[in-house]
């Protein structure tokens, strides 16, 4: 290769290629406020979250402020001191570790307290002042690391006592986690409630799975590489898993798991919105709004789901634990098959299968494609061409091919093309999914953020089968714990189409 061809391939591969029209990061005073400070969301993800952002540069000290709010009665250390130990531990991380720290201070109040408000306002109003920020200059972003149930009061709180006092370019955003309500008519009230106090631009409601690396891999995956454009079809596509598996189980949230359950808790967001990815048509552009019109269009063209292929189940000792009802019919499990009604997809079974206290755990989406006619090699019993996108862990993406086996005869067998994140990325540190959020908050980019009406059509999918579930119509099958699930979900995918590889295994490459 000549040096001029080396050094453009160098620039080509380290360039960031950005939508014209994307929000770049404001300069100036910015204050981030997270609610339910001392609560473990805010402790295991926001906090250490905000460190890895402001440990790369993208918080700066002389122009963030970050307050902690909650119920509980500590101290500014107090709570400094319980962040400190879901921060990294290691001797050259100690002075950014404190540096950060001194960064964070803390308001007592309650959630629907005007006092509260008032004395978080002041704290943060003071700030600002301290860096002489005009008024309404000041960027405000408020994290609720809270339960649903307060959202609306405590917007309320927001909306009436510590937003920005005039639009001279500043801003007042909030960030709301899931659950987005229990079915379609509590989301529709939640999104009404906070609707009324904020405009759409200002909300950002966040699935941590839009964050992560492989997932914001898939538009550039399907976009931006002419080999799949021709493949992504009904023509040549016979089935798609996107699996969530884990090998545990409720660990002592039996309770609070109940009330939702693994289709609320699992599949109606996170793997729903890996769903959207996979099967939307290409946007006009990379513009947020162009991307969330294309997902409410493929969710808007979701059939309803069939009683039989739906399986449900829960794992025996579930209800062993004390915080869970005798008479729970929780499903712990689920594969359900969605369809859709369009050009693209007619006929091709997408599967969504999310299940606890499994054999393993991984979480992926499997393309599987359709036999090769005239099967010359008699192969096909070996296995069918597979595009493996691995979530996590092991990030990794494969092609499985049917090749022939190094030796005098002609026989064949299946191996892959692999694409290992930790073999061809060495050192390099993949950002966390909340890390990467929080940053889309601050730069005003709501691609990876779920749209009202986008939310809409999410529960109007599901809504019905959750309500007969909830009302004791479907009952779950038991199944044991680290097993692959109840026998019907396999039963199901064979129905479905989808062929196992039995001789097959994958195998993360070593460095």
């Given at each position: 290769?000549?040096?001029?061809?080396?050094?453009?391939?160098?620039?080509?591969?380290?360039?960031?290629?950005?939508?014209?029209?994307?929000?770049?990061?404001?300069?100036?005073c910015?204050?981030?406020?997270?609610?339910?400070?001392?609560?473990?969301?805010?402790?295991?993800?926001t906090?250490?979250?905000?460190?890895?952002?402001?440990?790369?540069?993208?918080?700066q000290?002389?122009?963030?402020?970050?307050?902690?709010?909650?119920?509980?009665?500590?101290?500014?250390?107090?709570?400094?001191?319980r962040?400190?130990g879901?921060?990294?531990?290691?001797?050259?991380?100690?002075?950014?570790?404190?540096?950060?720290?001194?960064?964070?201070?803390?308001?007592?109040?309650?959630?629907?307290?005007?006092?509260?408000?008032?004395?978080?306002?002041k704290?943060?109003?003071?700030?600002?002042?301290?860096?002489?920020?005009?008024?309404g200059?000041?960027?405000?972003?408020?994290?609720?690391?809270?339960p649903?149930?307060?959202?609306?009061?405590?917007?309320?709180?927001?909306?009436s006592?510590?937003?920005?006092?005039?639009?001279?370019?500043?801003?007042?955003?909030?960030?709301?986690?899931?659950?987005?309500?229990?079915?379609?008519?509590?989301?529709?009230?939640?999104?009404?409630?906070?609707?009324?106090?904020?405009?759409e631009?200002?909300?950002?409601?966040?699935?941590?799975?839009?964050?992560?690396?492989?997932?914001?891999?898939?538009?550039?995956?399907?976009?931006?590489?002419?080999?799949?454009?021709?493949?992504?079809?009904?023509?040549?596509?016979?089935?798609?898993q996107?699996?969530?598996?884990?090998?545990?189980?409720?660990?002592?949230?039996?309770?609070?798991?109940?009330?939702?359950?693994?289709?609320r808790?699992?599949?109606?967001?996170?793997?729903?919105?890996?769903?959207?990815?996979?099967?939307?048509?290409?946007?006009?552009?990379?513009?947020?709004?162009?991307?969330?019109?294309?997902?409410?269009?493929?969710?808007?063209?979701?059939?309803?789901?069939?009683?039989?292929?739906?399986v449900i189940?829960?794992?025996?000792?579930?209800?062993?634990?004390?915080?869970?009802p005798?008479?729970?019919?929780?499903?712990?499990?689920?594969?359900?098959?969605?369809?859709?009604h369009?050009?693209?997809?007619?006929?091709?079974?997408?599967?969504?299968?999310?299940?606890k206290?499994?054999n393993?755990?991984?979480?992926?989406?499997?393309?599987?494609f359709?036999?090769v006619?005239?099967?010359?090699?008699?192969c096909?019993?070996?296995g069918?061409?597979?595009?493996?996108?691995?979530?996590?862990?092991?990030?990794?993406?494969?092609?499985?091919?049917?090749?022939?086996?190094?030796?005098?005869?002609?026989?064949?067998?299946?191996?892959?093309?692999?694409l290992?994140?930790?073999?061809?990325?060495?050192?390099?540190?993949?950002?966390e999914?909340?890390?990467?959020?929080?940053?889309?908050?601050?730069?005003?980019?709501?691609?990876?953020?779920?749209?009202?009406?986008?939310?809409?059509?999410?529960?109007?999918i599901?809504?019905?089968?959750?309500?007969?579930?909830d009302?004791?119509?479907?009952?779950?099958?038991?199944?044991?714990?680290?097993?692959?699930?109840?026998?019907?979900?396999?039963?199901?995918?064979?129905?479905?189409?989808?062929?196992?590889t039995?001789d097959?295994?994958?195998?993360?490459?070593?460095?």
């Open positions: 290769m000549a040096s001029g061809e080396w050094h453009c391939e160098k620039r080509f591969k380290n360039e960031s290629f950005k939508n014209e029209d994307e929000n770049v990061l404001e300069t100036g910015l204050s981030i406020i997270v609610l339910g400070a001392s609560g473990d969301l805010a402790k295991k993800k906090f250490p979250a905000l460190f890895n952002l402001y440990g790369k540069g993208f918080l000290s002389d122009e963030v402020h970050i307050f902690g709010y909650a119920r509980t009665k500590i101290s500014d250390d107090e709570l400094r001191d962040i400190r879901y921060l990294p531990q290691s001797k050259e991380d100690a002075e950014d570790v404190s540096k950060f720290l001194q960064l964070i201070k803390y308001v007592t109040g309650s959630y629907d307290s005007a006092e509260g408000f008032q004395a978080l306002d704290a943060i109003t003071e700030q600002e002042i301290s860096k002489n920020i005009r008024e200059l000041s960027r405000r972003l408020f994290y609720l690391a809270l649903p149930s307060v959202y609306p009061q405590v917007c309320k709180m927001i909306k006592y510590c937003m920005n006092k005039s639009d001279l370019g500043g801003w007042t955003r909030i960030v709301v986690e899931k659950p987005f309500g229990k079915d379609l008519a509590s989301a529709e009230e939640l999104s009404s409630q906070i609707g009324e106090l904020f405009d631009p200002q909300i950002y409601r966040i699935d941590h799975y839009l964050g992560k690396e492989l997932v914001q891999n898939l538009l550039v995956l399907r976009f931006a590489n002419r080999l799949f454009l021709p493949l992504w079809n009904r023509d040549n596509i016979d089935n798609v996107i699996v969530f598996r884990e090998d545990f189980g409720t660990e002592g949230r039996g309770g609070y798991f109940d009330q939702y359950g693994i289709i808790d699992i599949i109606q967001n996170h793997l729903l919105q890996v769903f959207c990815l996979v099967a939307m048509e290409k946007p006009v552009s990379l513009k947020p709004e162009h991307i969330r019109d294309e997902k409410v269009k493929v969710l808007q063209s979701v059939i309803p789901i069939k009683d039989e292929e739906v189940g829960q794992y025996e000792g579930y209800k062993d634990d004390p915080t869970v005798d008479n729970s019919n929780t499903p712990t499990f689920a594969t359900m098959i969605l369809r859709i369009n050009e693209r997809w007619e006929g091709v079974p997408f599967i969504l299968k999310a299940g206290a499994l393993s755990r991984k979480a992926e989406i499997r393309v599987q359709k036999d006619p005239g099967d010359i090699f008699k096909q019993k070996q069918r061409n597979e595009f493996v996108i691995r979530l996590q862990p092991s990030e990794a993406m494969y092609m499985k091919l049917t090749v022939k086996q190094p030796g005098l005869e002609m026989s064949t067998a299946q191996s892959e093309l692999d290992s994140y930790t073999q061809r990325y060495q050192g390099v540190v993949i950002p999914a909340y890390e990467r959020l929080i940053l889309d908050t601050i730069k005003g980019d709501q691609q990876h953020f779920v749209r009202r009406d986008e939310l809409k059509a999410a529960w109007e599901f809504t019905p089968l959750l309500h007969r579930i009302d004791g119509e479907f009952k779950p099958i038991p199944y044991k714990m680290g097993s692959r699930g109840p026998v019907e979900a396999d039963e199901l995918l064979e129905r479905a189409g989808y062929v196992q039995h097959y295994i994958w195998i993360p490459p070593s460095l």
